[in-house]
């Protein structure tokens, strides 16, 4: 695992105190059976889960707000401590990046809100009914995007750094805490939580394709599924709003030739129509299975990383209860692919 | 350039406004610095506080310090672009995407099939092909529009036509007793027209029934996928590849075209629409 700290309890509290006067510094708080990142300060500081399967809010908010004027000047802001995000949202940030960051086009706004923020990622100890990241090659715990890793483990939480930001952190909260290397025995616990998880997600999901074959499958599929499992949609664009990587967006125009980025889904009607009233998703079934032909078949062959990261917050989310895995797999049984 | 704000327009004064039919003006801007862009590359025109749609200008792409884009009335944004006047601040955002690749046309018969206001980029085109004839062997302008009145660029067409290389034929779906020239839709006039289709490309740009049935029609003739290039009209909004709502399948068409190869896209989804 690399080298490990280890940070008691009772430490652990100060260094919230403290990280809450220097930085916004959001977490996990659950409230009313749901859990979801709040700007942490004293009063809640005791309040924020660890470790538990994942903030309603995905992590892409912080980064491309649902509204931002993208004409007026960058501030100066205090920078962002995000503590509580798991591996499938971290992992999302790769096609955002590649979208944002690296194409011939940098969104300035993105770019400054990823570098002003540290990002401290969690292991997942538990999973959620619809989980399903080591479907598609992700484990349940974070290996990448990470500035700082969190495990908390009885009375003492463990941190690893991912990046230089991180141990610049870990140095920074070497001031306010004793913290020691951590022992063997605490290590050997997590990799064997870890590998418990991992076997659990596995064989939860053993009838769910993987990500590419999900792909061929969509791209081998006839209407009638489409219309099928789109019965039920009202194209609220509630799992594209929810999900990781879905950063469509309209731009608003105010006076003096001011911009707003808003966040858009294809799955509400009018999304690609053009003046003359032509409209490519004008029919539901068509607009629906969109969204799956976009995750699965086109953006991967248009980019590195892959488009659907297994948090399953688009089933959870769905009014109309339309189950994406059920679909995939209702797919693959017709298929045996 | 990199961390040039991408979303900001430059500005760029409204010099004239010229009106090519009962439907269709162009407006003549003036960027507060030249700009330049390759035929048949795009731009996002704003309407301060109003709106932003995306055009392909219609002027030469030799000319820096004016552009020239031809708009027709069919929405929101279009119709409030139709009550400016001169002195108007507008806002450009571009070039973007990939324009006619000239490269691949060079020494070879140029088969330009026009409808409406799809003769907008074709005329750029046009433009651009004058001040390279020598390199080209023939160009064969094949327009078509509704009637005679909205039949755009009368006086443009009528120093094409004494050009030498190039050859123009119109047709109107309904003609009234001015009208001299052919009747019928625009994909008759390829009934017309003589080509060496071996040695020819196809460039066509329209309505999308029109580019559907003008491209059945160039295949019908013996023209292969690989000769037929078409210009897209997607819903391009960012022009940057982000927004998404100009994607056909696996295209961001503000990238990836909006000038294509008809062997590139005919397998994606609705491309008519």
């Not at chain 1, 401590?81 to 194409?103: Q, T, V």
């Amino acid at each position: 695992m690399g080298k490990i700290s280890s940070i008691s309890a009772t430490d652990w509290q100060t260094v919230l105190l403290n990280l809450a006067r220097s930085y916004s510094f959001y977490a996990p708080v659950s409230f009313n059976g749901s859990m979801d990142y709040e700007l942490i300060d004293e009063d809640n500081a005791g309040e924020i889960v660890y470790n538990h399967p994942k903030p309603s809010t995905p992590l892409k908010t912080f980064f491309l707000p649902v509204k931002e004027n993208v004409t007026a000047d960058l501030k100066e802001q205090k920078p962002a401590l995000i503590m509580g995000a798991p591996s499938c949202d971290l992992a999302a940030l790769d096609i955002l990046d590649e979208m944002y960051l690296n194409r011939d086009y940098t969104d300035i706004y993105y770019k400054n809100r990823r570098k002003n923020s540290i990002l401290i990622g969690y292991d997942c100890q538990s999973m959620l009914e619809n989980c399903h990241c080591t479907s598609y090659g992700i484990n349940p715990f974070p290996e990448k995007n990470f500035d700082l890793l969190l495990i908390k483990l009885d009375d003492n939480l463990l941190l690893q750094s991912g990046s230089a930001k991180g141990t610049a952190m870990l140095k920074e909260l070497e001031n306010h805490a004793r913290i020691t290397e951590a022992e063997e025995n605490d290590i050997k616990r997590i990799e064997e939580k870890r590998a418990d998880l991992r076997e659990v997600l596995t064989q939860k999901n053993n009838k769910l394709p993987g990500y590419d074959s999900s792909g061929r499958l969509i791209k081998a599929s006839d209407d009638n599924i489409w219309k099928s499992y789109a019965s039920t949609c009202v194209s609220c664009g509630a799992c594209a709003t929810i999900c990781p990587t879905c950063t469509c967006f309209l731009l608003i125009d105010r006076p003096d030739f001011e911009k707003i980025r808003q966040l858009d889904a294809c799955q509400y009607p009018g999304f690609e129509r053009v003046a003359g009233d032509e409209d490519p998703l004008e029919e539901l079934p068509v607009r629906f299975k969109n969204r799956y032909q976009c995750k699965y078949v086109w953006k991967p062959l248009k980019f590195k990383s892959i488009a659907c990261t297994g948090c399953g917050r688009c089933i959870e989310t769905c009014i109309g209860k339309i189950n994406k895995n059920e679909l995939l797999r209702e797919l693959a049984s017709e298929n045996k692919v | 350039m990199k961390d040039d704000n991408i979303y900001k327009p430059l500005r760029a004064k409204l010099v004239e406004v010229i009106e090519e039919s009962p439907t269709i003006k162009s407006f003549v801007l003036e960027p507060e610095r030249e700009f330049s862009f390759a035929t048949g590359q795009f731009v996002e025109l704003t309407l301060n506080g109003i709106g932003e749609a995306p055009f392909t200008p219609s002027s030469s792409p030799l000319v820096k310090d004016k552009m020239e884009i031809t708009i027709m009335k069919a929405g929101y944004v279009t119709e409030k672009i139709h009550k400016l006047n001169p002195g108007e601040i507008m806002g450009i955002r571009g070039p973007y995407g990939r324009g006619y690749p000239l490269e691949e046309f060079y020494g070879k018969e140029i088969m330009v099939l026009g409808g409406g206001c799809g003769f907008a980029p074709l005329r750029s085109l046009l433009y651009n092909l004058e001040a390279e004839k020598d390199r080209v062997k023939k160009v064969t302008f094949c327009y078509g529009s509704k009637n005679p009145a909205e039949c755009i660029y009368k006086p443009y067409i009528d120093n094409l036509r004494k050009m030498d290389k190039f050859e123009v034929y119109r047709t109107v779906d309904e003609a009234d007793e001015s009208w001299a020239e052919e009747v019928g839709v625009a994909t008759v006039l390829l009934d017309k027209v003589e080509v060496n289709i071996d040695d020819s490309v196809a460039v066509v740009c329209g309505p999308p029934i029109m580019m559907k049935f003008g491209v059945m029609k160039l295949l019908e003739m013996g023209y292969t996928d690989k000769q037929i290039y078409l210009s897209m009209e997607k819903n391009m909004s960012c022009g940057l590849g982000k927004c998404g709502h100009c994607m056909m399948g696996e295209y961001f068409v503000c990238m990836d075209g909006p000038v294509f190869r008809y062997d590139e896209i005919k397998d994606q989804p609705n491309i008519w629409k």
